[in-house]
């Protein structure tokens, strides 16, 4: 499987790299276990795979922090959300309710879809719970329109 293909990652995963992002810097394991509520071996072990796909390091007694690899995807992994729980929310959910079901189903789109979503969107400044940045990825879409036209 491609690295950019954005399905590397299980669900679980995902939650936590956003999680690691947003807490931003190096972020302790306990942190990390309290707040999803998952027991620290679990964590421990989970964590250790993330950075064995090179997302994180782990600096031992204090943490882990994000490669630059793991910026990159984690900035991606956000976007995804923000822009399927957008269109949830233009189809008639509530922001809260379009957050939740997009987190059910996330880490199961590919970035080739998110992007051609995005493009299709007008590309959105404003998600639900943030805001959106745009890439080469989701932009490349208006150049193909227009080679098309
Ligand atoms: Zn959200
Ligand atoms: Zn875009």
Do not use: W
Request: charged content about 25%; hydrophobic content about 35%; proline content about 3%.
């Amino acid at each position: 499987m491609e690295p950019e293909c954005g399905l590397a990652l299980s669900a679980r995963k995902v939650e936590y790299l956003k999680f690691i992002l947003k807490t931003g810097g190096t972020v302790r394991t306990n942190e990390i276990a309290s707040a999803f509520s998952v027991d620290p071996s679990t964590i421990t072990k989970t964590l250790a795979e993330i950075t064995a796909a090179g997302y994180i390091t782990h600096i031992p007694y204090h943490g882990v922090c994000l490669t630059d690899s793991g910026k990159h995807h984690a900035e991606f992994l956000v976007k995804r959300h923000r822009i399927l729980s957008l269109m949830l929310a233009r189809n008639g959910l509530s922001s809260q309710e379009a957050c939740r079901e997009a987190e059910r189903f996330e880490s199961h789109v590919s970035k080739k879809a998110i992007d051609r979503i995005c493009h299709f969107m007008g590309h959105p400044r404003q998600g639900v719970c943030g805001e959106i940045t745009h890439d080469d990825g989701c932009l490349v879409g208006n150049q193909m329109d227009r080679a098309l036209s």
